[in-house]
């Protein structure tokens, strides 16, 4: 995985490989951050993976930590506010039901994102 785009003395290298899995996610899909933690070792690593993207150094563009949510599809956090993030997929092409992003329709396959 080539997280060295990343690179930085500051980030560990799981943080590496989150940030570059999620750089990946296109605009009009989602991922999990289950998907994401398993795609970096482990789906247990899921709450890891949102501290991770909570402390995303990396601008929005490079890396858009507002395309990852919660397994159910709920939106999750965000450091500017749920609503941002919501907005920010809408504006994205991507379909939000009752709070919820249409997972049929906007989940990714995470094998797309690995190498």
């Known amino acids: 995985m080539p997280a060295e785009r990343f690179s930085s003395k500051l980030l560990t290298e799981f943080k590496r490989q989150v940030y570059d899995i999620v750089s990946r996610i296109p605009k009009g899909f989602v991922a999990s951050y289950s998907q994401i933690a398993e795609a970096v070792g482990s789906k247990n690593y899921a709450r890891a993976v949102g501290n991770a993207l909570h402390n995303n150094p990396f601008p929005h563009e490079k890396v858009p930590c507002h395309r990852v949510v919660k397994a159910n599809g709920e939106i999750g956090g965000y450091a500017h506010g749920r609503d941002v993030k919501m907005n920010m ?27």
């Open 89 to 115: 997929l809408v504006e994205e092409g991507v379909e939000i039901v009752k709070g919820k992003v249409n997972l049929k329709k906007h989940l990714i396959n995470i094998n797309l994102l690995k190498e």
